[in-house]
Every structure is written in structure tokens, then in C-alpha cells.
């Protein structure tokens, strides 16, 4: 009986374990190369091109350069690195009422960084939300994956 108990534990556990990897956002990174200040810009302009505002950006890589400095961690890990974030209330309301837990996804965020061993290349980064859910859902959830593409796809060119 202890036994079988144990084997019911671990198919459990094995099955929220590969729950959660099922579940795990896939981060796709596209580069180029040239100046950051310019890839931004050509970031923030195809955002505007689709009627969309950038709400906030992050400076994660000054950041982490400040408070490297009061860990003792002071080792680079980026040149430069920033998180733009920004939404689409028709993409947001559409995922929402799909399913209010897709809040999780708002805002879209896509990262723009560069390592200090190559400070010529610039990397796009963007988390794909799972689709998951209904077929609504999933519907609203593609919908933001290709406009993070799209937006991304466009700066590049």
C-alpha cells in the first residue's frame, strides 16, 4: 500500500512538472547588427506604426550595473539593455474576455540588448504567451504572438 501511495506521488508530481514545462513561455530572439539607439528607435516607430504607445521602458541594464556595484557582483552582463512595454486595448480586451487570466500577458514587453563582448549586435527579445485555453483564447493569444513578430520583424528590416 506505502508503495503505491508513493508511485500515485510521484505520477503527480511528474504530471505538474511537465505541466509547468508545458507551460513555460518560449522566448524567441531575432539580432542585427547596429546601434542600439537605432534599433530602438526603429522599435518605438513600428509600435506607432500600428497605432500603438510605448508605456514604459525599463533600463534593466543600468540597473543591474547599480546594483552590481552593491552586491560585489560588478562582472558586465550586458552593454546596454532595455525593456519596452507596451499594449493594445483591442489585443488586450480581445485575450481578456477569452479569459481573464490571460492578464498575465499585458503588457507585451520586447527587450532590446547587447553583450559586452559583441556591443555591434543588437538583439529584439519577446516571451510568445502559451496559447492556451479556449478556442477564443487561443485565437487572442496568436494575435498578440504575431504582433510581437510583426513589431519585431519590422524594426529589423
Known amino acids: 500500500m506505502r508503495s503505491l501511495k508513493r508511485l ?3 505520477c503527480l ?4 512538472a511537465f505541466g509547468a514545462q508545458a ?5 524567441q530572439v531575432r539580432s542585427t547588427t547596429a546601434e542600439f539607439a537605432d534599433v530602438k528607435e526603429r522599435v518605438v516607430m ?3 506604426n500600428r497605432g500603438l504607445v510605448l508605456n514604459y521602458t525599463a533600463r534593466v541594464g543600468d540597473m543591474l550595473e547599480r546594483t552590481g556595484r ?8 550586458y ?17 481578456m474576455e477569452a479569459d481573464p487570466r490571460n492578464i498575465v500577458f499585458c503588457p507585451y ?10 556591443p555591434g549586435t543588437v538583439h529584439l527579445a519577446y516571451r510568445m504567451p502559451v496559447a492556451s485555453g479556449s478556442d477564443r483564447s487561443i485565437r487572442a493569444l496568436r494575435a498578440i504572438e504575431e504582433l510581437l513578430a510583426g513589431v519585431v520583424n519590422e524594426a529589423l528590416q
Open 79 to 95: 552593454g546596454k539593455a532595455e525593456v519596452l512595454e507596451f499594449c493594445s486595448a483591442a489585443l488586450s480586451r480581445d485575450t
Open 70 to 77: 552593491d552586491t560585489g557582483r560588478e562582472r558586465p552582463v
Open 23 to 27: 507551460a513555460t513561455a518560449t522566448v
Open 46 to 48: 513600428a509600435l506607432e
Open 13 to 16: 508530481l511528474s504530471v505538474v
Open 8 to 10: 500515485c506521488w510521484l
Open 109 to 118: 514587453a520586447i527587450a532590446i540588448y547587447t553583450e559586452p563582448q559583441a
